[in-house]
């Protein structure tokens, strides 16, 4: 399976991304897709879910304010970052899988991310 995540950058606080993240390899359409995130000198985090069949899940932190989506058809995972705070600042990855794998973050390999950076 290839992930390449992208769409990151600088964008000031309070403004908006929309982050997409490309699949190969995989029927994608019956995997969970997960966004994550990693902050320097932490560890990577779930930012998000989406079940095949469209169900979402969200880390406290970013309720509200974070949409994840996808395209079958393209293949494709969205997170649309609205209200961006200087904490959301992290490479974001993706990943798929089974329910347990996406949301125990267990994977052997990842994907290039994408740098969001939030400031001033």
């Known amino acids: 399976v290839q992930l390449q995540a992208s769409g990151g950058g600088l964008v000031q606080p309070g403004g908006s991304l929309r982050l997409s993240c490309v699949a190969s390899?995989?029927?994608?359409?019956?995997?969970?897709m997960g966004w994550y995130r990693q902050s320097p000198g932490k560890q990577r985090e779930l930012v998000a879910t989406?079940?095949?069949?469209?169900?979402?899940n969200y880390v406290g932190a970013v309720k509200g304010r974070f949409t994840i989506s996808r395209d079958n058809a393209k293949n494709t995972v969205y997170l649309q970052m609205n209200s961006l705070k200087p904490e959301d600042t992290a490479v974001y990855y993706c990943?798929?899988?089974?329910?347990?794998?996406?949301?125990?973050?267990?994977?052997?390999?990842w994907g290039q991310g994408t740098l969001v950076t939030v400031s001033s």
């Open positions: 990943n798929e899988g089974s329910s347990r794998a996406v949301v125990s973050g267990s994977f052997s390999s």
């Open positions: 989406i079940t095949p069949g469209g169900l979402t």
């Open positions: 390899g995989s029927i994608f359409s019956f995997k969970v």
